[in-house]
């Protein structure tokens, strides 16, 4: 079993930045692919970032050049800094961890974003 809390959320004017981290205890953190998702009110769950475990880095097109994840597997910690954000930006973002293939097995609580324009 792996546990995700999410932090660093909150407030932010269009063009600001704000780090986001995911303390995961449980299991060993650098075998798990991690990953950052969110989901906008009335909008489904949508893909951010991912970084395997060699870390390798995966990124959606919405946020390509602005954010960017990394890890730091002697903290069991994963990071999204997120820069030149946007209003479009706004939604709960989860941290969510996985072994195998495609799968998610875990996830956060979710840490809220609110980019003011």
């Known amino acids: 079993q792996v546990q995700l809390v999410e932090s660093g959320g909150g407030l932010v004017q269009a063009g600001g930045s704000l780090r986001l981290s995911c303390a995961a205890s449980g299991r060993t953190f650098s075998n798990y692919r991690m990953g950052w998702f969110r989901q906008a009110p009335g909008k489904e769950r949508e893909f951010v970032a991912a970084i395997n475990w060699r870390a390798s880095t995966y990124y959606a097109d919405s946020v390509k050049g602005r954010f960017t994840i990394s890890r730091d597997n002697a903290k069991n910690t994963v990071y999204l800094q997120m820069n030149s954000m946007k209003s479009e930006d706004t939604a709960v973002y989860y941290c969510?961890?996985?072994?195998?293939?495609?799968?998610?097995?875990?996830w956060g609580q979710g840490t809220q974003v609110t980019v003011s324009s």
């Open positions: 969510a961890a996985g072994q195998y293939g495609s799968i998610w097995d875990y």
